[in-house]
């Protein structure tokens, strides 16, 4: 067992030490392509080489390659060290990550350069490494040609049944996010659902799937599926199984999915009273929780006090998606 665990905490490091190794070279390849330290820094804190990759070819056009990155941007803390708009940056990160050089000395000279002449340091930048030449980077700045879907701001888009409108504050006119009423809960759940989609312009992100279950139905499903004197993981899978079915935990592969139990302590306190209790149920419940998270990728989350508590969560929730969502796909493709 000791040595076991000594080859689990070894293989720990190593994940980590590759990691951090990663996160240096992203960041030392976007700080030699003139990207601003604290914003290179932010980006590879969040991404891997790969993964910013494989986040850029997701998208669908190249207004949403350009616009991805605006979240980071905005909580980059550089305001003080560089011109331009967040959504500029953001296309520069895009640029300089794919550059047409692979030489970076002649874009730090001409960007020095070139950076009086232009308000937006962020659009000269995404030029430079679009273009060969100094002069034709400058036209590019220098055109009206400008996207209309960067100028626009981010929305929150909630689909929620009719009658759990009071989970969320009523929207007002200057809301970050609006509520669309549904006869009936979302997706056809049987529970309750919630869809948090965020958009700008023409582009929307992913969903994010937001289910809630009351603390004794989670209980009871585990119980159900927890059986004396069988394989507690292989009973874990089968009671995550069940509970994915019930709430028809469904979306699309892009989608994210989180499953709120609201008022799980007092339920499995009240389960501890009754005969027939077994010791061993509270960790069961974490191992049913654990194969929610690794095999079926659904955040799971607890609401303490069942209604403030759920609340919270889902106004954080609203304010997450509003601040991080990555734009990856047109409203058309998406809505409706």
């Known amino acids: 067992m000791a040595a076991a665990l000594g ?7 190593e994940t980590k030490t590759g990691r951090i190794d990663d996160q240096n070279r992203l960041t030392k390849r976007l700080i030699d392509a003139v990207i601003p330290h604290p914003l290179a820094d932010r980006v590879a804190k969040e991404y891997s ?3 910013l990759d494989a986040a850029f070819q997701e998208c669908v056009e190249e207004d949403a390659k350009a616009c991805l990155l605006t979240p980071l941007v905005a909580n980059a803390d550089m305001k003080a060290i560089a011109k331009g708009s967040d959504s500029a940056w953001s296309e520069a990160v895009l640029r300089a990550f794919y550059s047409v050089h692979t030489e970076m000395s002649g874009v730090l000279s001409s ?3 070139l950076q009086e002449l232009v308000e937006d340091h962020g659009e000269l930048l995404s030029a430079l490494h679009q273009k060969t030449e100094r002069d034709d980077a400058l036209d590019l700045v220098l055109s009206a040609n400008k996207r209309e879907t960067i100028q626009r701001e981010r929305h929150v888009h909630i689909e929620i049944c009719e ?4 989970l969320l504050p009523t929207p007002t006119e200057q809301s970050f996010y609006s509520l669309e009423l549904l006869p009936s809960h979302p997706l056809d759940a049987s529970i309750t659902t919630l869809v948090f989609r965020t958009t700008s312009g023409d582009l929307c992100s992913s969903k994010v799937i937001v289910q809630i279950m009351s603390g004794p139905a989670y209980v009871n499903e585990v119980k159900t599926a927890m059986k004396p004197g069988f394989d507690h993981v292989g009973l874990a899978r089968d009671a995550a199984a069940s509970i994915m079915k019930v709430a028809k935990l469904v979306g699309n592969k892009k989608d994210r999915r989180v499953l709120i139990i609201r008022g799980l302590p007092p ?6 009273k009754k005969a027939g209790y077994r010791a061993e149920f509270k960790s069961f419940l974490d191992m049913v929780s654990a194969d929610l998270m690794l095999e079926h990728d659904v955040v799971v989350l607890q609401a303490f006090r069942q209604n403030d ?3 919270l969560l ?8 509003f601040h991080y969502q990555l734009l990856t796909e047109r409203i058309s493709d998406r809505l409706g």
């Open 7 to 13: 080859k689990t905490m070894a293989e720990d490091v």
């Open 49 to 51: 080489i790969s993964q």
């Open 111 to 113: 960007f020095h350069e």
């Open 163 to 166: 009658t759990d409108i009071k």
């Open 267 to 272: 339920a499995v306190e009240a389960e501890a």
């Open 309 to 311: 508590d759920v609340e």
């Open 314 to 321: 889902l106004k954080q929730m609203a304010l997450a998606c």
